[in-house]
């Protein structure tokens, strides 16, 4: 068994399985390398995609914080307004007016009927300086305590 055993058919297989293994080693490498491609193509992907993310939030941040300076300057602006000279005669006028309009509807007794349709009146007014109720133009007419003009109600006043 050891006679048949020679140099050059041990250095054969040798050699073939070398063969083998460099080719499996070579496809391995081709392999890897596609991979790691691969990967920094996806990091490429993920950091332009977080690049995105961070962009749309930090726009977002500040359109909050723009609506919120918004918001205050609104707030005061109503504030200011309402405290206008003139304003809360106005808003009076517009109360006694909408009572009288009450009134008008259903005149059963005066003195209790003035009284809760200026509450109700005051109570709409109360609303729509709270926010709550919006304050609709209206168009006093002529004449109604004397003057001869018609004056407008409105968001300027």
Avoid: C
Wanted: charged content about 30%; hydrophobic content about 40%; cysteine-free.
């Amino acid at each position: 068994m050891w006679e048949t055993f020679d140099i050059q058919s041990v250095l054969i297989g040798l050699g073939i399985g070398l063969a083998v293994a460099a080719l499996v080693q070579v496809k391995d490498w081709i392999k890897q390398s596609g991979l790691k491609s691969e990967i920094k193509r996806l990091k490429n992907h993920l950091h332009d995609k977080l690049e995105i993310d961070a962009e749309a939030i930090s726009g977002k941040k500040s359109e909050i914080e723009r609506l919120k300076r918004e918001n205050e300057n609104l707030r005061v602006t109503n504030k200011a307004l309402i405290n206008k000279p003139g304003r809360q005669e106005l808003l009076t006028f517009h109360a006694y007016q909408t009572a009288i309009d009450k009134l008008n509807s259903n005149m059963m007794g005066f003195g209790p009927a003035w009284q809760d349709a200026l509450k109700e009146a005051n109570q709409e007014i109360k609303e729509m300086e709270e926010g709550q109720k919006s304050f609709v133009k209206k168009v006093f007419p002529k004449g109604l305590f004397g003057g001869s003009t018609t004056y407008e109600i409105g968001e300027g006043d």
